[in-house]
């Protein structure tokens, strides 16, 4: 199994472009998610989905869009880049919902937006 | 304040040393994740647990609900185990709230 992989791994865009970080996973897991590390903070939330066709915000959503039209495929969209996006995304994934389930992480992807 | 403290936020030892890091929570939970952050970046889950204790090789985990405290120790520290290590926390869904991470370097 390849686990959870993530493209691109760095990325610079330019303020007002928009991109899409891709996320998926072999491992048939329900529940993906989206979070943004910056220096200081720990991980949090941008977006969630519980399975196929269903997603939900989290802790930091504006700015972003996710759709999930497959249980493998979890894409983040970047509407409209702002310097404030600069920061590593990571995609996560569990078996299901419940905190009692073991998350994998993706390699990350670095976005700088200048 | 934040929902979930760690301390130190950043930790030097020498090789061999025994290590603790603290991860204190202010709200309910229903299971606390220790997870490892290597220097190239990728994450990893090491723990799950909501009482007790876990085990596995040089690293134990503990978790005291009544005082919402959980400890990670690694013992015989190798530089190896130079990373950050993150204490999570789920209120009974998938959702997590992260702690700042502390920053461990061991020094051979």
């Known amino acids: 199994n390849a686990g959870v992989t993530q493209t691109p791994k760095f990325q610079v865009l330019k303020t007002g472009q928009s991109m899409t970080l891709q996320c998926a996973q072999d491992m048939n897991h329900e529940y993906m998610s989206w979070y943004r590390q910056d220096p200081g903070m720990g991980l949090r939330l941008i977006h969630y989905s519980v399975g196929a066709g269903i997603t939900d915000q989290g802790e930091v959503p504006n700015g972003y869009n996710v759709s999930r039209s497959t249980t493998e495929d979890f894409p983040l969209r970047l509407l409209s880049a702002a310097p404030s996006q600069t920061s590593v995304y990571f995609c996560?994934?569990?078996?299901?919902?419940?905190?009692?389930?073991?998350?994998?992480f993706g390699p990350g992807t670095r976005l700088t937006v200048l | 304040k934040n929902e979930v403290e760690q301390s130190p936020q950043n930790l030097t030892a020498q090789e061999g040393e025994f290590i603790t890091i603290n991860c204190s929570y202010s709200?309910?939970?229903?299971?606390l994740h220790w997870l490892q952050q290597h220097p190239g970046g990728g994450i990893v889950s090491l723990f799950m647990?909501?009482?007790g204790k876990k085990k596995h090789g040089r690293l134990i985990a503990t978790i005291n609900i009544q005082e919402k405290h959980s400890s990670l120790h690694i013992t015989a520290s190798h530089p190896r185990d130079s990373a950050v290590y993150i204490c999570a926390v789920s209120r009974g869904g998938s959702r997590l709230t992260f702690g700042e991470g502390t920053q461990l370097t061991v020094n051979p």
């Open positions: 996560a994934s569990s078996l299901a919902s419940g905190g009692w389930n073991e998350q994998f």
């Open positions: 709200v309910g939970i229903s299971a």
């Open positions: 647990l909501s009482s």
